[in-house]
């Protein structure tokens, strides 16, 4: 019985690794070499491209920021306002992308909630490159603080207590024990929101636009390029794979290294 278990398990996760890979195969075996170099010469390529590295690198690094520490007060509070903090956090996970843009728009539009206030200032935020980051930020940070809170708990209070009676302030604690021990989670969690962040486009679209060579990020380069060159959206398609899935491996590798 756990034979047939065991096997019946391991046919339903094939089929499912299998389901996962066949796009990814269909995009593959659709571009020649011919349609790749033509993709990597595209005006638009480039541009798209190194606005989502950039704007990408950028929102990260402020979630990284600002993560670490939400993720550390979430896995050392057992309070009910920690539960409250945790749910709120998780919430853009389930929230459409669209819903996340509007939302976003009535916050820092003309009319939104900040938006007098910051046109007083002469800054203006949607339809920016500012607003491709604010984009990337909401809906991929809850991925990073997911995991850096789930991290933060493999660190036993007990060597932390024992580096504060060897002398260690609280942050020297924090971040001589507690941030070694967390990292192989932090990586994780980066690479998360990263990946996340590369591919947003709902709330991107709504809340940036979709200009070229000013909020046109690479996904929504391949839903401009899906009107008129399907061949185009492929090469796109396959470039954005490869650099998600760089990303995700070079990260993972420092994880492993890390642990």
């Known amino acids: ?34 349609d790749l170099r033509a993709g990597l010469a ?12 950039r704007t990408t690198l950028t929102s990260v690094s402020i979630t990284v920021v600002l993560g670490t520490p939400l993720g550390w007060w979430l896995a050392s509070s057992h309070s ?8 709120a956090v998780e919430l853009p996970i389930v929230v459409p992308p669209a819903v996340v843009g509007v939302g976003l728009l009535q916050a820092f539009g003309a009319q939104g909630l900040f938006g007098p206030a910051l046109a007083s200032l002469g800054v203006v ?14 809906v991929a940070s809850p991925f ?5 809170a789930s991290a933060f ?26 941030l070694p021990i967390a990292a192989p989670g932090l990586l994780v969690g980066v690479s998360l929101a990263w990946a996340r962040a590369l591919g947003e486009f709902g709330a991107t679209l709504l809340f940036a636009g979709n200009m070229p060579g000013r ?27 490869a650099v998600g ?8 590798w420092l994880s492993r290294a890390r642990a």
């Open 42 to 53: 595209h005006p638009a390529f480039a541009d798209a491209l190194l606005l989502s590295l």
């Open 80 to 87: 009910s306002l920690s539960q409250v903090v945790s749910v």
């Open 1 to 34: 019985m756990t034979r047939a278990l065991r096997a019946m398990g391991g046919l339903l996760g094939v089929a499912l690794v299998g389901l996962l890979l066949i796009p990814l195969v269909a995009l593959a075996l659709s571009a020649s070499w011919a």
């Open 125 to 138: 935020v949607p339809f920016t490159e500012l607003a491709v980051v604010l984009a990337q930020l909401v």
């Open 144 to 148: 990073f603080v997911q995991a850096a």
């Open 245 to 252: 899935g760089l990303i995700l491996v070079g990260l993972r």
């Open 215 to 241: 909020t046109q990020t690479m996904p929504l380069a391949i839903f401009s390029a899906l009107e008129s060159d399907v061949q185009l959206a492929v090469v796109f398609s396959l470039v954005l794979v």
């Open 153 to 178: 708990r493999k660190v036993e209070p007990d060597t932390l207590i024992v580096a504060r009676t060897l002398g260690a302030s609280p942050v020297g604690a924090f971040v001589r024990v507690a």
